[in-house]
């Protein structure tokens, strides 16, 4: 069995559930995939539902994952290992937290899969065959180096079970129709939680607009389609966007949104997982992809791991958000 407790919105599924699916193609096709989506319960009231159920994905087990002793006590020890990580670095102020954790995880990785555990935090790390037949999958599994051998495979898994919504069918038609740019704007507690805001607001406006301005150099009448989770506050203050620009109908489904969000030919994406798997699901091969250079503030941008991250793709354009002015906020 292969177990995984499943975390996070539709963006953080997709990347767990993708890794799962390539391991198992790979080392145990005949072993079921298990979501356990205890942890996602818990947040039902902030938004976090199980989104994985509306697409095509394999059917898999729903139940809370089993353990052996040894996996328990291991799965301890890691906990407390990240904790004495993170009250060390707050002890000494560190900056390279995810960095130092990563390089841990890497060392220890192989001695953790004799006992079928895989826990990762950050960045890509090989995975090994476990003679364990009860496998335990910890982490993000942010990296498309887990899965992009079987990208055939989720591209159809990850496509929505539903026809297009009604109201959306001339908005697709646009998309589909132009030179269509899909540009995602992440708010929500990325601005409304004070801890998220200090982590994770790296995109702020003039992102944005620079960005526009650098795909209208490389495309040829671009039409640009404003997707967020926010599209009032968008209507408000980003009056530096096109005239013609369109703005996604309100109240759609998450899967529905993300499938709106792929059909779009370029993409100027947030540091969102949503948006990365916009863009990783486009079927445009010649697409054009501008991410922030800072993945999240302090601690986890292109200087680290070696001058990348494993969740940036070859080809992008990673453009300089680090000294960006906060504007527009009100």
């Not at 994905?57 to 993170?86: D, E, G, N």
């Not at 055939?152 to 038609?173: C, H, Q, R, S, W």
């Not at 779009?264 to 445009?284: D, G």
């Amino acid at each position: 069995m292969l177990n995984k407790n499943v975390t996070g919105r539709l963006g953080n599924q997709l990347f767990q559930y993708a890794a799962l699916r390539a391991f198992q193609e790979k080392y145990a096709r005949d072993e079921p995939i298990n979501l356990d989506f205890k942890d996602t319960f818990h947040h039902l009231d902030d938004g976090f539902t199980f989104e994985l159920l509306n697409f095509n994905i394999q059917k898999c087990h729903m139940k809370p994952m089993k353990k052996t002793l040894v996996q328990r006590l291991i799965l301890k020890y890691i906990l407390v290992r990240k904790v004495i990580f993170m009250i060390c670095c707050k002890i000494n102020k560190s900056k390279n937290y995810d960095q130092r954790y990563y390089e841990f995880e890497k060392r220890n990785q192989k001695r953790l899969n004799r006992f079928g555990i895989y826990s990762i935090n950050n960045g890509y790390i090989d995975l090994n065959n476990s003679k364990y037949k009860n496998k335990i999958f910890i982490g993000t599994y942010e990296s498309s180096k887990y899965f992009l051998d079987i990208k055939d495979i989720l591209m159809k898994e990850f496509t929505p079970k539903y026809d297009v919504i009604g109201k959306n069918i001339k908005f697709l038609e646009k998309i589909e129709n132009e030179e269509s740019v899909c540009v995602s704007i992440r708010r929500g507690d990325f601005v409304e939680n004070p801890v998220f805001k200090k982590r994770f607001y790296v995109c702020r406006p003039d992102y944005f607009e620079e960005a526009i301005k650098i795909i209208k150099k490389k495309v040829k009448n671009p039409k640009f389609f404003i997707f967020s989770d926010d599209i009032e506050w968008c209507k408000k203050n980003l009056k530096f966007l096109p005239k013609d620009a369109e703005f996604e109908p309100l109240n759609n489904p998450v899967y529905e949104k993300l499938r709106l969000m792929y059909s779009c030919k370029h993409f100027i994406i947030s540091n969102s997982t949503f948006s990365w798997w916009a863009q990783f699901l486009s079927r445009n091969e010649k697409k054009i992809v501008i991410a922030p250079k800072v993945w999240r503030n302090n601690t986890y941008h292109h200087e680290c791991y070696g001058g990348n991250i494993d969740i940036y793709e070859k080809g992008w354009i990673l453009m300089d958000n680090i000294n960006t002015k906060e504007k527009n906020e009100k």
